[in-house]
């Protein structure tokens, strides 16, 4: 009898707090980096904050996983002229390139990354809901979040950094319905990674503000950095 998905399926499961934690770490590291900056030029740090590498980023590291998965998945089980082998591809680059480029517009747009890193976030459940999909119309059995299959995908992703090397056997190997699964237990833990990333940017925007506002900051600081040199002389 098929497994239905109760929309948890595939996610971080019992090592959830571990992978939040990591989320949270990533952020605290770049924080403490702009922070450190901050003290050699504490004007042009406080306007332009330098950005952590993003393929440091948990979320992205899976991201490439899922697209390399998934542009091997199409090429594999479904046939030449299918629409969906665009739209399946085209969402995981989404949300693959979405991070990269929200991360990089990080320096002069919080904003803009948020939006970004949502958009991501967004692909890939378009992207979830295709592989659901495939398995639904075919009959295929969906793994239970607590099932062996998918315990064994989630402690395959504890692995940092995460390749897709992991993964290449399966993806030349292991049927589609297994294959299927597999993305969307990943999946699952990105997305688990993007909502956590997206909470601690929107801490960080409403603590440090957008670009606007630190440029009123660093310009009252200069003023006040002149008054006291004009002062001194």
């Avoid at 330098?50 to 992205?60: E, I």
Wanted: hydrophobic share 30%; glycine share 6%.
């Amino acid at each position: 009898m098929k497994t239905r998905e109760n929309g948890k399926n595939g996610n971080t499961g019992s090592d959830g707090n571990h992978v939040k934690a990591s989320a949270e770490e990533q952020h605290c590291s770049q924080n403490s980096q702009n922070s450190q900056a901050s003290k050699v030029s504490p004007v042009s740090q406080s306007l332009l904050p330098p950005r952590g590498d993003y393929r440091t980023l948990l979320s992205y590291q899976k991201a490439v996983v899922i697209y390399e998965i998934t542009f091997r998945f199409c090429r594999r089980f479904l046939s030449r002229g299918d629409r969906t082998i665009d739209q399946m591809v085209q969402a995981a680059r989404s949300g693959k390139q979405n991070i990269i480029e929200g991360s990089k517009a990080a320096t002069t747009s919080k904003e803009t990354e948020i939006k970004l890193t949502n958009v991501a976030r967004a692909s890939l459940e378009e992207l979830l809901e295709d592989y659901r999909d495939y398995l639904n119309a075919r009959d295929l059995l969906t793994w239970d979040k607590n099932s062996r299959q998918a315990q064994y995908v989630r402690n395959l992703g504890r692995n940092t950094p995460l390749s897709f090397e992991i993964f290449r056997e399966f993806t030349e190997t292991r049927p589609a319905e297994v294959l299927a699964n597999i993305a969307i237990c990943l999946i699952h833990q990105a997305n688990f990674l993007l909502d956590q990333q997206l909470k601690g940017l929107e801490k960080c925007f409403l603590k440090d503000g957008g670009l606007r506002e630190r440029m009123t900051h660093a310009r009252l600081l200069a003023r006040e950095q002149h008054r006291k040199n004009q002062e001194r002389k």
